[in-house]
Structure formats: structure tokens, C-alpha cells
């Protein structure tokens, strides 16, 4: 991405208005109080398009990954256009599906939560003595087809005008086209605390912050909802920006 020198105000297409959600963690009762949210807004403006984009970390941490996948799995939310970005702990159940060696990480990183979801009964060994091998066969067994199918069919980034939208963040200085999906989930560092031009302003979740942050050259909608209880909305339309939250 080539910087840009004396940037305009970042701005969506005109007649599009959207609604970037944070990490949901599960949290399917944060996200249906949100949607009620988001109809009442898209519905007093008038917008030509209303869009909805996902930002990733659907499972793991908290509430309940299962019941969360059935619901969005179904297809667009009613009324939208929805994109649906990936996000690192989705990454870490798909990889894990053919390689039980990430089993350990994927477990710290809040995994047995989502297990648990899934009733997968190793899930209750003591930390450090899983039987991971196990837990893999359960957990081909549990999860179904249309949420595998979900999952694997996730988008790494979207852009809208002046705005890119990803989980986590960026490596900065190199092209999006030429950005990994490692690099696209897991930014932090060298991302979170670079004050670069990145010729879009970037809008991502991950890196876990009480009240929205915006900046120059990035936006982060990621709250803790899972923990919190506010899950937070951005809402772009024209050059306007302005937050809904639970």
C-alpha cells in the first residue's frame, strides 16, 4: 500500500452505510441486542446500502461459540450486505482440525471454552495432559459441515472507499495483495504502535482496548465484549463516523 501525502478525510461510496462489529467471542446475546441496534439506525437513514462487516473472533473466550455459529452460519443478516472477516481464534480451530501440535496454544488462548461448546469431554483433562489426538476426533465429529463450511469460507480483509477492514492488523509498508493470513489475524506489534500513513485507514479488532480507538491511521473496535458485555458497532457513512454499543 503506498502512502499517501496530505491524506483527505477517509470516506465510504456514497449511498453505503456501514456497520463494522468487534469481536464477539460467543457472545450471541451482545450481538442480538446490537442487530436490534443496527436496524433501528439503518432504518431512520435511508441509506441505498447497509453493510455489515464481521471483524472476526466469533469462538473461543466466552459465551457460547456453538450457538453463535448457528445463528450467522445461516447466511446475510436481513436487510444487509455481510461480509464476514476471519479472525485468529478461527484460525486456530481450523488448523487444528488437521494438526493437533497447535493444541497446546490454541488452549491458552481461550480454545477450552469453545470445546466445552462443543461438549467435547477431554476438554475437562487437566491443563498440560490433554489427550489432543482425542480431543481432535471428538471435535471433527462435533462440529457441523455448515459451520465448517462457514468457517473455512471466512474473508481475510475487505475494503470499503478509504477504509481496510481486518481482524487484527497489518504488516506496515507492504501491499495488501502480499499480506499473509498470519499477518492479517495476528497483528499487534509493529502495527498497533505505528503512526504510518497506510494509504487506508485500518479497521480491526484483537488488541483488546475499553473504549474504541481512533486514530489517524487506524481504527480498533475490539472492547473485551466477551468479558465487558459491550460489544461495539462502527458506523461509516460519507466522511462520518460514530459508534453503536451494547
Not at 455481510?82 to 480451530?93: A, K, P, Q, W
Not at 471466512?154 to 501491499?175: D, N, S
Not at 497506510?198 to 486514530?215: K, N, Q
Request: one cysteine or more; glycine letters at 10%; aromatic letters at 8%.
Amino acid at each position: 500500500m503506498q502512502q499517501k501525502q496530505n491524506r483527505e478525510a477517509p470516506s465510504v461510496p456514497e449511498g453505503v452505510r456501514v456497520y463494522a462489529i468487534g469481536d464477539l467471542h460467543g457472545r450471541l446475546d451482545l450481538l442480538r441486542q446490537l442487530l436490534d441496534k443496527i436496524s433501528i439506525d439503518s432504518a431512520s437513514r435511508g441509506a441505498r446500502r447497509n453493510k455489515i462487516i464481521f471483524l472476526g473472533d466469533y469462538i473461543d473466550r466466552g459465551g457460547d461459540a456453538r450457538t453463535l455459529l448457528d445463528f450467522i452460519s445461516t447466511g446475510p443478516v436481513d436487510g444487509f450486505e455481510t461480509v464476514y472477516l476471519v479472525g485468529n481464534h478461527e484460525d486456530y480451530l481450523l488448523r487444528f482440525m488437521d494438526d493437533t501440535t497447535i493444541g497446546p496454544q490454541w488452549l491458552k488462548y481461550g480454545g477450552r471454552n469453545t470445546l466445552d461448546n462443543y461438549a467435547i469431554t477431554p476438554a475437562l483433562a487437566a491443563p498440560g495432559a490433554e489427550d489432543f489426538d482425542g480431543i481432535q476426533e471428538e471435535l471433527r465429529r462435533a462440529v457441523p459441515e455448515s459451520h465448517l463450511a462457514f468457517l473455512r469460507g471466512l474473508k481475510t480483509w475487505h475494503i470499503e472507499g478509504g477504509y481496510l477492514f481486518v481482524h487484527a492488523g497489518i504488516r506496515p509498508g507492504i501491499p495488501i495483495e502480499q499480506q499473509t493470513r498470519h499477518d492479517l489475524t495476528f497483528s499487534r506489534e509493529g502495527f498497533v504502535d505505528c503512526d504510518e500513513d497506510h494509504g487506508y485507514v485500518v479497521v480491526h479488532g484483537h488488541t483488546v482496548h475499553a473504549t474504541p480507538e481512533f486514530l489517524p491511521n487506524r481504527i480498533n473496535i475490539d472492547t473485551g465484549a466477551f468479558e465487558s458485555g459491550t460489544l461495539t458497532c462502527l458506523i461509516l457513512e460519507g466522511e462520518s463516523q460514530a459508534i453503536l454499543q451494547t
